[in-house]
């Protein structure tokens, strides 16, 4: 009989410490896969909020860009009239002032190029750069046309007021063709926001 006590009381502390391990384990792998949780909870909930945040900022970023585009469009477009001296500094001053202002807004602005990070946009800050060279030949064009129709007579002057027109021409398509591209990123940017918030 008291072999029997024996077992009987081994084998209960036997079954207590298994139960005791068996609740350890149990618990360590119920707080890893809660620990788990919450951290992936978290690193979704930083990426969703920075991806709103770059969002945002692209949103506004390229609005402040169509505003400078259209602007640039107006100025040529006007540019290209007969104005009075009073209206064509108004008009450059005008442009200068956007450009000073965009200008500021870039440099001041490191979110901007992290775009592609969190969205599919086709207007990549390297393909901005290239169209950027472009704009910057294309506007140098001009200028040199219209340099040197001020100093130009006869026919002469004609050539080069054909040759202004088409360089007026090519600029303002070029500058169509970006504000189209910036608007389609935009409503791009715009649905994926949406789209995160919920709406």
């Not at 072999?3 to 350890?24: F, P």
């Not at 600029?171 to 789209?195: F, G, P, Q, T, W």
Request: with cysteine.
């Amino acid at each position: 009989m008291m072999e029997a006590n024996l077992t009987l009381i081994g084998v209960s502390a036997l079954s207590g410490l298994t139960g005791a391990i068996l609740a350890q384990i149990v618990a360590a792998v119920n707080s890893y896969f809660t620990d788990k949780r919450k951290h992936s909870f978290e690193v979704d909930n930083q990426y969703r909020n920075k991806k709103i945040e770059i969002g945002e900022n692209y949103y506004y970023m390229n609005g402040e860009m169509m505003a400078v585009i259209r602007k640039y469009i107006e100025f040529w477009k006007n540019f290209n009239t007969s104005r009075g001296k009073a209206s064509l500094e108004s008009l450059k001053t005008e442009a200068n002032l956007f450009t000073a202002r965009l200008e500021k807004l870039n440099s001041e602005n490191w979110k901007y190029n992290l775009i592609t990070l969190y969205f599919k946009v086709a207007f990549t800050p390297d393909h901005m750069q290239a169209v950027n060279a472009q704009s910057r030949k294309l506007q140098l064009a001009t200028l040199d046309l219209a340099g040197r129709l001020k100093s130009a007579t006869g026919e002469e002057k004609e050539n080069l007021l054909g040759k202004y027109a088409v360089a007026v021409f090519d600029m303002c398509s070029h500058y169509e063709a970006i504000y189209e591209k910036l608007d389609l990123d935009k409503n791009v940017i715009r649905e994926e926001l949406l789209k995160d918030y919920g709406v």
